[in-house]
Nanobody, 124 residues
Framework: QVQLVESGGGSVQAGDSLTLSCVVSGVTPSPHCMGWVRQAAGKESEGIASIDIYGGTSYLESVFGRFTVSKDNSKNTLYLQMNNLKPEDTAMYYC??????????????????WGQGAQVTVSS
């Protein structure tokens, strides 16, 4: 059973940085996709970053150049470094994982395994 546990959310000012972490367990050694999804209040969820088993990444256009997804396989941990945060980045952030050779933002957003979420609030 895959388990994902996020940490690192919080309340910051516009322009600040935050790093989210996600400890992953129960993932089998097979092709899989990991990434981050966010959902703002009253809005649909959106995949914002994905990373495949080779380290290949993709980003939502609105976060490209400000957010960086990475992973440390030795620690079974996925990260999301968020720089120059904006009020529109305010949302609940979830790490997500699913099996398969394809890895993109759609796969991340529709992944079968999500963490419990971490709230990020950015004030102007």
């Amino acid at each position: 059973q895959v388990q994902l546990v996020e940490s690192g959310g919080g309340s910051v000012q516009a322009g600040d940085s935050l790093t989210l972490s996600c400890v992953v367990s129960g993932v089998t050694p097979s092709p899989h996709c990991m990434g981050w999804v966010r959902q703002a209040a009253g809005k649909e969820s959106e995949g914002i970053a994905s990373i495949d088993i080779y380290g290949g990444t993709s980003y939502l256009e609105s976060v490209f150049g400000r957010f960086t997804v990475s992973k440390d396989n030795s620690k079974n941990t996925l990260y999301l470094q968020m720089n120059n945060l904006k009020p529109e980045d305010t949302a609940m952030y979830y790490c997500a994982q699913d099996v398969g050779a394809v890895c993109d933002l759609v796969v991340v957003r529709t992944a079968r395994n999500w963490g419990q979420g971490a709230q990020v609030t950015v004030s102007s």
